[in-house]
DNA sequence: AGGGCAACCCGGACGC
DNA sequence: TGCGTCCGGGTTGCCC
């Protein structure tokens, strides 16, 4: 469920609090969200210091002194919290790194997961995804050369990790919505001001949701105040008998693609 | 090649 | 404030 917005602003809260800290402890309550027997996982990280975090699509990289990499990817419903046990949300805590004055909790990792790997262990992970879309080095040629070479819905282009990385179901159809294209358009027959509109419309959505501290319910801290904000700017995602915010008409939710699909039937063409 | 679907998993929503 | 059932969601993999 999180998407690019909601691990972006992880990492830029955590990079504020975990970096060139030594893990003191490490919890596991789940084996199967870890990828090593773990005594040896525990064994591995005790010590370890995080140098950096990088994002890539929707996974997280704990980039350690020792050049190992911790991979997180939160699938459906995992989250995270930075803090004290006492004021840590009452849910299951899959993983927890101990920092001795404050802690990393891992949330509803169901199939999500928490991968110790080597630095080509983790290329190899991300060798299939599409480019970063706010990344600078991403342009609307780029964008409209990718376009090209797919075919299928726009629904479904969208949420395509190796087309572009980090969208989900809610921000496809937001973009899609901010675009005014409908999602069920074959991408073959865009025109090119609508490929402009839809590129423009992705950086933008995505954009601002990440300024919005994207839409997770759960803060981040104690204190956090942003997390969240963006669930209030969505318009049309799950919004499904509420009016169109652009031509008033009725949203409606549909299944394109097996994707549940919010949309605006009338002003979204 | 695109679309459909099952598997993974379990919190939360819903029915009673 | 109970107990069973069912669903959702990203990703992979397998089918047609």
């Known amino acids: 469920m999180p998407e690019l917005p909601e691990m972006e602003h992880y990492k830029l809260v955590l990079e504020k609090r975990v970096i060139n800290k030594p893990i003191s402890e490490v ?9 090593l027997d ?3 996982f525990e064994k591995k990280l005790k010590g370890q210091e995080i140098e950096a975090i990088e994002r890539r699509a929707k996974f997280l990289a704990f980039h350690l002194k020792n050049k190992e990499v911790l991979l997180l990817h939160l699938m459906l419903g995992g989250k995270l ?8 949300p009452d849910h299951e805590k899959q993983v927890i790194l101990d ?6 909790f891992f949330i509803g990792l169901r199939l999500g997961y928490l991968h110790l790997l080597t630095q080509n262990e983790l290329e190899k992970e991300w060798a299939n995804l599409g ?6 080095n991403f342009t609307e040629t780029d964008f409209l050369d990718r376009l090209k070479q797919k075919r299928g819905k726009l629904k479904a282009v969208l949420v395509d990790q190796s087309f ?12 899609n919505f901010a675009a ?4 069920k358009r074959e991408v073959s027959g865009l025109a090119s001001n609508e490929v402009s509109s ?3 419309a992705l950086r933008q959505v995505l954009t601002h949701a990440i300024e919005a501290g994207g839409y997770l319910d759960l803060p981040v801290f104690e204190g956090d105040v942003l997390t969240g904000g963006a669930e209030r700017t969505m318009k049309v995602h799950r919004r499904a008998g509420h009016p169109c915010p652009r031509c008033g008409a009725t949203i409606i939710e549909e299944k394109i693609t097996s994707k549940k699909t919010s949309f605006c039937p009338n002003c979204q063409h």
């Open 164 to 175: 572009v990385a980090g969208i989900g179901n809610r921000y496809s159809d937001e973009i």
């Open 131 to 136: 480019p970063e879309p706010l990344s600078p």
């Open 81 to 88: 919290y930075y803090g004290t046990e006492e004021t840590s």
């Open 99 to 104: 920092f001795g004055d404050n802690a990393l």
């Open 180 to 183: 005014a294209l409908s999602p």
């Open 38 to 40: 773990t005594s040896l």
């Open 27 to 35: 919890l596991i309550n789940r084996p199967k969200s870890v990828n």
């Open 198 to 200: 839809l590129f423009s």
